[in-house]
Antibody, heavy 117, light 111 residues
Framework: QITLEESGPTLVKPTQTLTLTCTFS??????????VGWIRQPPGKALEWLGH???????RYSPSLKNRLTIAKDTSKNQVVLTMTNMDPVDTGTYFC?????????WGQGIEVTVSS | QSALTQPRSVSGSPGQSVTISCTGT?????????VSWLQRHPNKAPRVVIS???NRPSGVPDRFSGSKSGNTASLTISGLQAEDEADYYC???????????FGAGTKLTVL
């Protein structure tokens, strides 16, 4: 059974860097077609794809956010880490990680992040 | 990238059918058969109920069905049950630059 769980701070200040960790089980990023992605949802708005990483370290980032994002994996810990720099109140929302196998088929519950001073 | 357009809310009585639309463009829904639908109950992880436009993942009741015409995808839930009350989101592949786009969600109320 595949599970994913997001963890990290729920409150960050403007200009700070957000670091979120996705800890997963039930798979090992051992298949080239398999990956882990990050998606967020600002309050009342659409889900927004941020990026994802594959087993072979192939990385994809949202063009609008690529200058602020870093996604990395730690295979030994079954974790994928999202780093987003220069946080702003508009970055407030729920952040999800999801297993990607052709599409985002299994999701974590999400973590609510508020950006406020 | 632009989000996909969904109605904010739909409703139906138990046993009825409802259809939720998801409108994109010729660069996403119109270009690829990689449309999925997510169901999310409050404070729960999203669950995929339809993948690749039509496919139902294992464990999803056959009351859920998907379709696509042009730039619009649709999710139909027949024989509505109380447990179907949730938020539903569509998702489409949009090419290797944009990658994935999502809708803002449709709240389904079972009356």
């Amino acid at each position: 059974q595949i599970t994913l769980e997001e963890s990290g701070p729920t409150l960050v200040k403007p200009t700070q860097t957000l670091t979120l960790t996705c800890t997963f089980s039930g798979f090992s990023l051992s298949t080239s077609i398999e990956g882990v992605g990050w998606i967020r949802q600002p309050p009342g708005k659409a889900l927004e794809w941020l990026g994802h990483i594959y087993q072979n370290d192939d990385l994809r980032y949202s063009p609008s956010l690529k200058n602020r994002l870093t996604i990395a994996k730690d295979t030994s810990k079954n974790q994928v880490v999202l780093t987003m720099t220069n946080m702003d109140p508009v970055d407030t929302g729920t952040y999800f990680c999801a297993h990607h196998w052709g599409y985002f088929d299994l999701w974590g519950q999400g973590i609510e992040v508020t950006v406020s001073s | 990238q632009s989000a996909l357009t969904q109605p904010r809310s739909v409703s139906g009585s138990p046993g009825q059918s409802v259809t939720i639309s998801c409108t994109g463009t010729s660069s996403d829904i119109g270009a690829y058969n990689y449309v999925s639908w997510l169901q999310r109950h409050p404070n729960k992880a999203p669950r995929v109920v339809i993948s690749d436009v039509y496919n139902r993942p294992s464990g999803v009741p056959d009351r859920f069905s998907g379709s696509k015409s042009g730039n619009t995808a649709s999710l139909t839930i027949s024989g509505l049950q109380a447990e179907d009350e949730a938020d539903y989101y569509c998702c489409s592949f949009a090419g290797y630059h944009i990658n994935w786009v999502f809708g803002a969600g449709t709240k389904l109320t079972v009356l």
